[in-house]
């Protein structure tokens, strides 16, 4: 193993550990020989990722919290710590697609559900990550946004998502440098289609006309054609993000989407 991918004797946070993108983060980190605190809101999902993690001889531990939750959070992470007696690295990954429909029909509250888990969930786990992280003297946070509300603007309405998307990139590149200073750095990265299940909890409602229709006869996945990305890819970069291997990579975005969004944005 490259020494600078060496993750021995180091721990890491996933939020949304349960499952997809998290779930394959936390495989790659224990792979690089991490220490996983995996937080998610289901326990019997959160037990199936720890499963996981643990076959690479790792040491790992569940937490049940959710995000937009304050005082649970704040809770959870500093149980994190004191487990582990360290913090070195955060994937800030929870997240959902909330409700999907034209503007005049999203309700408060389902306004409220998205912002609160993607936007404030990410801020409070920076926030309640960074006092652990700052006593290593460097550490990394991986946020996870999306090519939705960067690069891809056609799935309409999709606009609330899209929104907190945006709002997590300005958020990392602002903590990029006032964490700098402690040698904390903060990257996002904006995946495209990937295979996992977070379709499922979507719900769509009277989009039918809303945007305007493209077609890509040639397939809008210039690297694979029609092949969505997977779990594992995206836990590499986020893997090699967390990593010594990046250590001058500092309040940048990475799209990880075979090309998809310079076609379809």
């Known amino acids: 193993m490259d020494e600078c991918l060496d993750m021995s004797g180091r721990v890491a946070l996933v939020t ?7 779930r394959g983060a936390a495989i790659e980190l224990a792979r690089l020989g ?3 605190a995996l937080l998610g809101r289901t326990t019997a999902e959160l037990e199936q990722s720890k499963q996981e993690v643990d076959k ?3 040491s790992s531990r569940t937490y049940r919290a959710d995000v937009a939750k304050w005082g649970e959070l704040k809770a959870s ?5 004191e487990d582990f007696g360290r913090l070195d690295a955060v994937f800030a990954n929870a997240g959902i697609n909330g409700v999907w429909a034209p503007i005049e029909e999203i309700l408060e509250e389902e306004y409220d559900a998205t912002m609160d888990i993607n936007l404030k969930g990410t801020f409070m786990t920076i926030k309640f990550a960074v ?3 700052r006593r290593q003297s460097k550490g990394s946070v991986v946020v996870c946004s999306s090519v939705n509300g960067n690069r891809i603007f056609s799935n309409t309405g999709a606009t609330v998502y899209s929104a907190s998307k945006a709002g997590q990139v300005a958020m990392a590149k ?7 200073r402690h040698g904390i750095r903060v990257n996002a990265i904006c995946p495209g289609a990937v295979a996992t299940n977070i379709g499922d909890n979507t719900e769509q409602r009277h989009r039918e006309g809303l945007g305007q229709p493209v077609e890509y006869p040639e397939g809008r996945i210039p690297l694979s054609d029609k092949e969505r990305g997977t779990v594992e890819q995206v836990g ?6 967390v990593s ?3 250590d001058y990579i500092n309040g940048e975005v990475v799209y990880i989407d075979g090309g998809e969004s310079l076609v379809q944005g």
């Open 244 to 246: 010594d291997a990046s």
């Open 56 to 58: 690479w001889g790792v």
């Open 77 to 81: 992470i500093d149980q994190v710590a």
């Open 131 to 133: 006092p652990h992280l």
């Open 174 to 180: 602002m903590l990029a440098i006032e964490l700098g």
């Open 16 to 22: 949304g550990a349960g499952s997809g993108i998290g």
């Open 236 to 241: 590499r970069l986020v893997a090699f993000l």
């Open 34 to 36: 991490s220490s996983l």
